[in-house]
C-alpha cells in the first residue's frame, strides 16, 4: 500500500514518471498484484493534472521541432526526435491514453479514438520506422537516430532497394520514409486533435463517438476516419 501511495504522489510530479507508468506491462510474477497496481494507477495518478500534463506534452514537441527541424523532409532526419518522429507519435499516444483513460490501442479504438485504417496504418508506418532505426544502430555500431547521408545507400541496401539495373536505391527509399513520417505526423496530429475535442466536449457533458459507414471507413466524431 505504501509503495502504491508514492507512486501515485510520484507520477503527479514527474511528467517523465508518468510517462514511463504509462507504458507500463505485465511480464512475470504476481498478476493479481499488476493488476492492483495498474488499476489504482489508472483510477488515480491519470485522473488528475490531465490538462498541466498534456501542456507539458504539447510544449516539449514544439521545442524539440525547433531544435530538430519543423519538417518531416529534412535531408538528414532525426528518426527518433523530429517531425514525424517515434516521440512525436509517442506523444500523442501518451496524451490520448491519459485523456480517454485508455491501456492501449485497442482501448483507443473501442473508445472511437482511432479507427481499424488508422490503426493499420499506425503499425505498418511504426514497423517500418523501427527497421530504419535498428539498422541506422546496426551499421554504426551504436545508439544513433540521425539518418545521415553517409547511412542513406547503406540503408537502402540494408532493406532491399538496391536495384543492379537502377540508382535510384535511396530516392526510393528516402520517398517511403518521408510516406511514413507523412503519417506519423497525420496520425499524431489526430490523437491530439480528438484529445482537445474530447476536452471540450467533456465540460459540455458529451463524449467521443463512432460507427462504421464499410470495412473502410468509420465517423469519429462526425468525421470520416
Known amino acids: 500500500t505504501f509503495y502504491f501511495k508514492k507512486q501515485k504522489q510520484l507520477t503527479k510530479e514527474d511528467i517523465k514518471a508518468r510517462t514511463s507508468l504509462i507504458e507500463m506491462r505485465y511480464l512475470m510474477g504476481d498478476k493479481d498484484m499488476y493488476c492492483e497496481f495498474e488499476g489504482a494507477i489508472y483510477r488515480n495518478a491519470f485522473s488528475k493534472g490531465v490538462n498541466s500534463f498534456i501542456s507539458e506534452q504539447l510544449k516539449d514537441m514544439e521545442s524539440r521541432h525547433r ?28 496524451i490520448a491514453k491519459v485523456q480517454f483513460q485508455a491501456r492501449g490501442i485497442d482501448e483507443l479504438k473501442a473508445k472511437g479514438v482511432l479507427s481499424s485504417w488508422e490503426i493499420a496504418l499506425l503499425e505498418e508506418s511504426l514497423e517500418f520506422l523501427w527497421k530504419v532505426r535498428n539498422g541506422i544502430h546496426f551499421l554504426s555500431g551504436r545508439k544513433n537516430d540521425h539518418l545521415a547521408f553517409e547511412y542513406q545507400e547503406k540503408m537502402a541496401n540494408l532493406l532491399g532497394y538496391a536495384d543492379p539495373h537502377s540508382t535510384t536505391a535511396v530516392g526510393r527509399f528516402m520517398h517511403n520514409y518521408y510516406q511514413c513520417a507523412e503519417s506519423i505526423k497525420y496520425l499524431s496530429s489526430v490523437l491530439i486533435d480528438r484529445t482537445r475535442e474530447d476536452q471540450g466536449k467533456s465540460k459540455r457533458g458529451g463524449k467521443v463517438l463512432s460507427r462504421s459507414m464499410d470495412q473502410d471507413f468509420e465517423i469519429v466524431n462526425n468525421r470520416i476516419s
Request: hydrophobic letters at 30%; aromatic letters at 14%; glycine letters at 14%.
Open 67 to 94: 531544435y530538430y527541424g519543423d519538417s518531416v523532409y529534412l535531408l538528414e532526419p532525426h528518426l527518433k526526435e523530429g517531425e514525424g518522429g517515434l516521440r512525436d507519435i509517442h506523444s500523442a499516444l501518451w
